[in-house]
C-alpha cells in the first residue's frame, strides 16, 4: 500500500521583532507551537491563548517548561 502526502500548505506566519500572544484552537495549534518556538529563539515573551478537547497538551508543556 502507498499514501501520498502533500504540505505543508499555507502561508505561515511572520516573525517579528515583538513579544507575542497568539490564539488558536484544534488544528491551528500545532504551527502556533513551532511559532512560538521561533520566537522563543529570539528571545521574546510568548504567551498562549488556547482550546483543545482533552486536558493534555503535551507540545504546549513541553514548550512552556
Known amino acids: 500500500d502507498e499514501i501520498s502526502l ?6 505561515g ?4 521583532d ?5 490564539i ?6 500545532p504551527p502556533l507551537l ?4 521561533e520566537y522563543k529563539k529570539i ?6 491563548v488556547i482550546q483543545v478537547k ?3 497538551c503535551y507540545g ?3 514548550l512552556l517548561i
Not at 502533500?6 to 502561508?11: A, E, R
Not at 515583538?18 to 497568539?22: A, Q, Y
Not at 488558536?24 to 495549534?29: A, D, K, N, Q, R
Open 54 to 56: 482533552r486536558r493534555q
Open 13 to 16: 506566519f511572520q516573525v517579528v
Open 43 to 48: 528571545g521574546k515573551i510568548v504567551g498562549f
Open 24 to 29: 488558536g484552537g484544534g488544528v491551528g495549534v
Open 6 to 11: 502533500f504540505g505543508p500548505c499555507g502561508n
Open 60 to 62: 504546549c508543556r513541553r
Open 34 to 37: 513551532q511559532t512560538a518556538k
Open 18 to 22: 515583538e513579544d507575542v500572544l497568539l
